[in-house]
């Protein structure tokens, strides 16, 4: 009776979980519908984030299951991963410019988001620390909450950083700068694959996530198949990219992967602590807007492309950003994993380090 009942237990919450991931699935699609036909910037992505988002604070309850999301992101790794050519490479010598102003860039402007969470917002060290390392949203939770620190308001600093920064980057450079490469440009219609290339593609995804976690290596799904993707590109072993239908289907899932981070909340719960973080965010947009726009014609990157570069969303969604704006894919992901690795490998040794000099305390 036990067993039945834990079974039957476990596939009721299974029904329950895939009945709110399809919510969240028809919500997005209907948010990136809207975006499409209003000819608004990354619509599949910026749509189903929007749409999730409203739905989430208005009470909805739905979740994206984890496992569809990686599985999504993959086929984004494998697309983003055809943006390396042999012409694109050329020019990665210049990249050391832009990887040396990351490396200075990411120390100046957490110490100054820092300084931002403990005097305006009042947080305590702990969270103020995690909440101003610009590093992935479920890292930055997990490690901050294990060194003690509020997970919440960690995730939702983080959670607003991305969604801001993805809803706001587009739109300027669309409308301000000019600077688009169509509605339709990651969803066009093209022709079928080869069964060739459709399995090298596949094999670029499943390979290319399961080696990257054996190597441990952060965001495996994408940065593993990416790097695959590169490689089989470079080496002349395909030309071809995901189909653009599977592409938008991506895009919808991790739009409402975004948006599904606000369920459960309510605004007057979170009213405060979004506040603090659309604060923090503006700073670090205006922060990265004047390094790129002080370095534009005296390095041979684009100021676009490294503004995008240092924009503190993230990696999955800046490359979408860099893919539908057609500004150096390439370039602006391999900053972005650059990024992780460098919050993921210094972040927590650093934080160590100054509990230890100030004799163990958090507060």
Known sequence: MGDGSADGAGSGRRRVSVAFTLLALAIGAAGGVVFYYLRLPLPWMLGSMTATTAAALAGVHFTIDRRLRALFVTVLGVLLGSAFTPAVLAHAGDWTIGFGLLAVFLPASSAVLFVYFRRVAGMDATTAYFSSMPG????????????????????????????????????????????????????????????????????????????????????????????????????GATASRPPPELV??????????????????????????????????????????????????????????????????GLTEMSLVALALGIDVAFVSSMHIARIAMVLLVAPLVFRLGRRDNGGATG
């Open 136 to 235: 992935g949203l479920n890292d930055m939770t997990i490690i901050g909450e294990a060194m003690g620190g509020d997970m919440v308001r960690i995730a939702l600093v983080h959670a607003t950083r991305v969604l801001i920064v993805v809803s706001v980057v587009p739109f300027y450079y669309r409308y301000m700068a000019g600077i688009f490469a169509g509605r339709a440009a990651a969803t066009a219609a093209a022709a079928p694959l080869p069964l060739a290339d459709i399995a090298t593609l596949v094999a670029c995804g499943a390979v290319g996530w399961f080696g990257a976690r054996l190597a441990k290596l952060p965001a495996a799904q994408l940065v593993g198949p990416l790097v695959l993707s590169a490689a089989a590109h470079l080496l």
């Open 248 to 313: 938008a289907m991506s895009q919808i899932v991790i739009g409402a992967a975004v948006g599904s981070r606000f369920a459960g909340l309510t605004w007057r719960r979170i009213s405060h602590t979004i506040a603090l973080a659309v604060g923090s965010t503006v700073l670090l947009l205006l922060m990265a807007f004047a390094v790129s726009h002080a370095f534009e014609g005296r390095i041979p990157i684009q100021s676009s492309a490294l503004m995008l570069a240092l924009s503190p969303g």
